[in-house]
Each structure stands twice: as structure tokens, then as C-alpha cells.
């Protein structure tokens, strides 16, 4: 069924940086979809394929109109037919002791099916390379993060160029009276990389965050 924000909505929103206006009339989404998963292991090898399609009626989406109000951009809601499929895949490889390697990948395609034209805020191809090194006491890790540009554009969408984001991470595990300790320092964006989400609704204006740094504290009794 619809939001409340989805119906009624009609005001300035501070999170999306938007003018946002609600549909009164929209309906609830129904749908049919299908998905399967694949999942292998040869030796030190594992691997996961997962396809999916979907089909909606009614589907309810927010779109930018292109103008503005009070000098923010109009976001609106509406609803049509639609169509989405798309991809999951994986893949790990352990070429030797405490020491892994994945690649990974996700697609989706969304179709507005009554007008045969792109949904909006759909991501482009994405994809992961991570090696990481994790032994009884240590771990290091070592990933980058990447996505097509986005031409394949909806209602109200810009174009987002493609993005590649260098995360660092390094951590200790140690035991104490029965509680596993696990301390990790984590650096994102190492290289301060200047990049827009293309699922963003204020991409236009604002990039996403810039290098920041986590600290992650666990314990396992």
C-alpha cells in the first residue's frame, strides 16, 4: 500500500532537499516475480549467481519534475506499470592460507512498461574487488568499489558519471576470560574521491561522503 508521504505529502522534505508532493489517488502495488540462486564450491573456490525478474502493477516511484518551489526541486510521486530485472553474482577464491579473494557484481534493468521508457533512481552496474587477510589474531582488508556511469535515464534523472572508491580496513582479535574481542579501524574513500549516487535524490548539489574513518568495537561470548 502507499505511504502517507506517497499520498499526502505536499512541503518542503530536509532529508531529500526537496518539494515534495504526494499522489491522493495512488493505489497498492501488486506483483509476480521469480528468482533463483546458483551456489558452487570446487577446492578453494565458491561462487553464488542469483537472477531475478519482476513485474508490477501499480508500482509507485518518486520522480523530479524538473521545477521548482520555495527554490527546491519538485519531487513527486506517481505510479505506473513496471519491470525489473537484473543480477547478483559473486565469486571467492582462498589461493592460500587465512587469505581470501571475491569479486562481485549486481545489475538491474527498470522498465516503465506502459510507456517503454527507463524508471528513475535505478543503480547502474556495480561492482567489488576485496582481498582480505584474516589469521587467529590479525586481519587486514583491501577493497574497491566501482559502478558504471548512468545514461540509461527515467523521469526527471540527470546522468551520473562512474566512480571507483578505494576502502582500507585493518583490525586484532583477542581473547579474554571466555569474551572474543574483535577491534578494526576502517578508512573509506582513502583517496577522497569526489562522487554522486545516482539512487541520490540531491546528487545534483551534494556528492557523496569524502574520506571518513570507523572504528568498530565487537564482542563474542
Known sequence: APTVQELFANGLDAPSGTYTIGTPGLGPETGLGADASLKGNFANTSFEISPYVNSISHYIYGFLRGD???????????????????????????????????????????????????????????GLVRATYQDQTYMGMIETRLAAKQTRLGEGDTPTPGYTVVNLGVGLRFARQRVVNNISIHCDNVFNRVYRDNLSVIKDFIPQPARGFRLNYQATY
Open 68 to 126: 521548482t518551489i520555495q527554490a527546491f526541486p519538485v519531487r513527486q510521486f506517481g505510479a505506473t506499470d513496471a519491470r525489473l530485472f537484473g543480477l547478483d553474482a559473486s565469486v571467492t577464491v582462498q589461493p592460500a592460507a587465512y587469505f581470501a579473494l571475491k569479486a562481485g557484481a549486481d545489475y538491474v534493468n527498470a522498465e516503465d512498461t506502459r510507456r517503454n521508457v527507463p524508471l528513475p533512481f535505478t543503480p547502474p552496474l556495480r
